[in-house]
């Protein structure tokens, strides 16, 4: 098993580019999450997912967008890139929510210049 | 403000110097609690977890963590720490009420100099 896998693993982006944060998990987990960390403030979680068509908002939902058409898939969108969205990006599953062990991918480094 | 809540940003220590590092939650009932690490470059992964039971629970690596129920606390502990323990350790905690999402502390960088 792969486990969970993000592509790509680094980025640039202008003000107002948009791009699509890929991440896979190969485990057959029910949920998925999004997270953002950024130095000093821990992870934050942006969406979520229980299942394949299923997703919710997390913490810092705005300015992005999630779909999960699959239950192996779970890509995040950025429509208007904007520098307060520099940050590392990781990816979770878990087997159910509740007290099953995440997951993690291996990130994503974002940079809006 | 239900939080989770490290107390130490940033700890350095020698080798084989002993470790704690705490971690307080403020949800009410039942909670399930996490310790997560992140070594220099790679993803998160899990070093312990305590759901129900004995409160004190032992991890990889040689951690071990206590759940004080009256305390809100689960403090992460480490008699003698090595060089390749230098990472940042999150505390998380799932509140029973949101079994659906896991609340992380902001994390503690552990340097372990050599």
């Known amino acids: 098993n792969a486990g969970v896998t993000q592509t790509p693993k680094f980025r640039i982006l202008k003000i107002g580019q948009s791009m699509t944060l890929q991440c896979t998990q190969d485990?057959?987990?029910?949920?998925m999450y999004w997270y953002r960390q950024d130095p000093g403030m821990g992870l934050k979680l942006i969406y979520y997912?229980?299942?394949?068509?299923?997703?919710d908002k997390g913490e810092v939902p705005n300015g992005y967008n999630v779909s999960r058409s699959t239950t192996e898939d779970f890509p995040l969108r950025l429509e208007l890139a904007a520098p307060s969205q520099t940050s590392v990006y990781f990816c979770a599953s878990s087997l159910n929510g509740d007290y099953n062990e995440q997951f993690f991918g291996p990130g994503t480094r974002l940079t809006v210049l | 403000a239900q939080s989770v809540s490290q107390h130490n940003h940033h700890v350095i220590l020698s080798e084989a110097a002993s470790l704690e590092l705490g971690c307080n939650y403020s949800y009410g009932g039942t909670v399930n609690l996490f310790w997560y690490v992140q070594y220099p470059g790679q993803h998160l992964q899990l070093l312990l977890k305590y759901f129900s039971g004995d409160p004190l629970v032992k991890g990889i690596k040689g951690f071990e963590a206590e759940f004080i129920k009256s305390k809100f606390s689960f403090n992460l502990r480490k008699p003698s720490v090595q060089w390749s323990d230098t990472a940042e350790y999150f505390c998380a905690v799932n509140p029973s009420y949101r079994d659906d999402k896991i609340i992380f502390g902001k994390g503690t960088r552990l340097h372990i100099l050599p």
């Open positions: 997912s229980v299942g394949a068509g299923i997703t």
């Open positions: 485990m057959n987990h029910n949920y």
